[in-house]
């Protein structure tokens, strides 16, 4: 069984950066991929950026391409997401989700566990 507890939201202006942390716990991630959800309101659930715990390959969605940069520390067992030149769209409860089912993964479906989320606003 994996935990997944997310932490770093905040209140940022428009141009600003925010650095999520995805603590994880009660198992090993080898083989596995960490995956960012984000959920705007008023909007469904939208795939961010994923990480292949193993290897360190990862995967972005246009939408934040070049902006943001998914990472891990092997030390810690966390996964981050560094979120640069933010805009007020990126507005959203954002999630991180671990599966062990195939990399690369960006479908919701793909993911059986689940963080709680963690609030991110960006002002105008």
């Known amino acids: 069984q994996v935990q997944l507890v997310e932490s770093g939201g905040g209140l940022v202006q428009a141009g600003g950066s925010l650095r999520l942390s995805c603590a994880v716990s009660?198992?090993?991630?080898?083989?596995?991929?960490v995956g960012w959800f984000r959920r705007a309101p008023g909007e469904g659930r939208e795939f961010v950026a994923a990480?292949?715990?193993?290897?360190?390959?990862?995967y972005y969605a246009n939408s934040v391409r070049r902006r943001f940069t998914v990472s891990r520390d092997d030390a810690k067992n966390t996964v981050y997401l560094q979120m640069n030149s933010l805009k007020p769209e990126d507005t959203a409860i954002y999630h991180c989700?671990?599966?062990?089912?195939?990399?690369?993964?960006?479908?919701?479906?793909?993911?059986?566990?689940w963080g709680q989320g963690t609030q991110v606003t960006v002002s105008s």
């Open positions: 989700a671990a599966t062990n089912s195939r990399w690369p993964a960006w479908r919701e479906t793909d993911f059986p566990s």
């Open positions: 009660g198992r090993t991630l080898n083989g596995y991929a």
């Open positions: 990480i292949n715990w193993s290897s360190r390959a990862t």
